[in-house]
């Protein structure tokens, strides 16, 4: 049986006032969309409507009061959010039934009333950000969408269908965004959207003027400014790529991470890798040479972690086929590795496929790239003992009741949030907080996780 797909709660967003009001209305929507929302072009198909206001002027106020009077009346589930947010009791005054009132640049309050108002839906099938994310992410990392939809149609997805073909975001837009973020405390930006390649290929890569010089919507160019931000401390900011697929000019990237302006860090969904699944798939950029690729990334870049995710008991996988793949992991080596199995989901092109592969089938064949892949990356993380990493703290522990040491969670720069492992440390010292950076010392490791202290002066 196919699984079905949730309906994601759709926002409708009203935004007032200047260019500033625009790009900060724009955020929060990069944010819901980020959180599995979906957007309603008219009242009438929303769940919540945003109302962005301008309280700059008395026109102002008075056109935003509008706005907020049009949307009760044709919706009634309103969010109120700007400027005039600062005046919430003449809000409130007017309009006893809206839901929330939050002031300008309140962007986690306001996420936060919508997601009260309307809980997201969490989708294993569409949502690019893992299920725990659909929290608020920490101050100290966020996700940057770059764009929307995807001009693939592999057999397995729906997307194309349910969000369109893709739409990339101005790069000055992405670029200010992640600005913000930065300055707003972020230590590490990770970049998301379907198909993070292909970005700018919709737009023709676009350049736009940023600081000065032009820069193109270009996966590249994305990468290259990212890694000059700087936080108000004057820190770099790890910079993470997801969904990267192996067209030739990601070749380019892998300099700006030797050169450490980016975070050697690669997830690139490669999904199979027996050439008759790929192509059953439809996946893009399938080709023989990747293994030699990855070898040569390797050898730009020795630190490179390549992240994947498989699928096994894709209709018609031969048991050759699934061996072809196992021989490729022994190969490819790749650090982190996610697998699942096939499933099919309502309206994928795949469910017609013939020779469907058994449940038992698919079952055993997880469990084999399972223990495959949990060896490679047992054996990747025992080769880090000894060695110094510098680390991101997610959460920092309670002291311990006997001697007072404190612990915390931290990440490598191996390890993206909520999908990767973690590094535990033992004897942080006090006043430490999450978003520290600092190098720690590797002590030991598991399949998945490692485990260390800082680094003594
Ligand atoms: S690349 Fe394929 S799997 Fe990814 S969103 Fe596009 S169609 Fe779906």
């Known amino acids: 049986m196919a699984t079905k797909f949730p309906d994601a709660p759709k926002i409708g967003m009203v935004s007032l006032g200047c260019p500033k009001n625009l790009v900060d209305s724009e955020r929060i929507l990069t944010k819901l969309r980020s959180d599995g929302y979906q957007m309603s072009a008219d009242y009438a198909g929303a769940d919540v409507v945003l109302v962005n206001t301008c309280g700059f002027l008395d026109s102002a106020k008075e056109e935003s009061l509008e706005a907020i009077g049009e949307a009760m009346a044709e919706n009634g589930r309103v969010i109120v959010t700007g400027c005039m947010g600062d005046e919430a009791d003449l809000i409130r005054a007017k309009f006893p039934q809206v839901l929330a009132v ?30 725990g994310g659909l929290k608020l992410t920490p101050r100290h990392y966020s996700y940057l969408k770059i764009s929307e939809g995807c001009n693939h149609r592999c057999s397995f997805c729906i997307i194309p269908s349910i969000r369109g073909d893709l739409v990339s975001r101005r790069i000055d837009a992405v670029l200010r965004e992640a600005e913000k973020l930065v300055q707003a405390g972020t230590k590490e930006l990770l970049v998301i959207s379907q198909d993070t390649s292909a970005y700018g290929v919709d737009t023709r890569h676009d350049p736009r003027q940023w600081k000065g010089r032009e820069v193109r919507a270009h996966m590249t160019d994305l990468a290259r400014e990212l890694g000059q931000l700087r936080t108000a401390e004057g820190v770099a900011p790890w910079v993470r790529l997801h969904y990267v697929y192996p067209y030739p000019h990601v070749d380019q990237v892998i300099p700006l991470m030797a050169d450490g302006l980016l975070t050697p860090y690669l997830d690139i969904p490669f999904q199979h890798a027996a050439p008759s699944v790929l192509k059953a798939m439809k996946r893009p950029a399938n080709e023989a040479k990747v293994l030699d690729r990855i070898h040569k990334w390797r050898a730009i870049c020795p630190d490179i972690t390549i992240r994947s995710t498989f699928v096994v008991g894709f209709p018609g996988e031969t048991e050759a086929d699934f061996q072809y793949l196992l021989d490729w992991l022994d190969e490819a080596q790749l650090d982190r590795v996610g ?52 680390v991101i703290i997610d959460e920092v522990g309670e002291p311990d009741e006997e001697d007072g040491s404190i612990g915390a969670t931290a990440r490598s720069q191996a390890d993206a949030p909520e999908i990767d492992g973690n590094v535990f440390l033992r004897d942080v010292g006090e006043g430490r907080k999450a978003g520290d950076m600092f190098d720690v010392v590797i002590e030991d490791a598991d399949e998945h996780d490692l485990y260390g202290a800082p680094v003594q002066d």
Do not use: C, W
Not at 111 to 120: E, G, K, Q, R
Not at 121 to 129: C, G, Q
Not at 339 to 357: D, K, Q, S, T
């Open 339 to 390: 697998a699942f199995r096939f499933e099919p989901v309502e309206g994928a092109p795949a469910n017609a496929l013939p020779n469907p592969v058994p449940e038992a089938v698919k079952e055993e064949r997880y469990q084999r790239i399972m223990e495959k892949t949990a060896a490679i990356s047992a054996a990747k993380l025992q080769a880090k003992i000894g060695r110094v990493l510098p």
């Open 102 to 131: 939050t002031g300008a640049h309140q962007y986690e309050q306001v996420v936060n009333a919508v997601h009260d108002a309307s809980p997201p839906v969490p989708n294993a099938f569409v949502d690019l950000v893992p299920e």
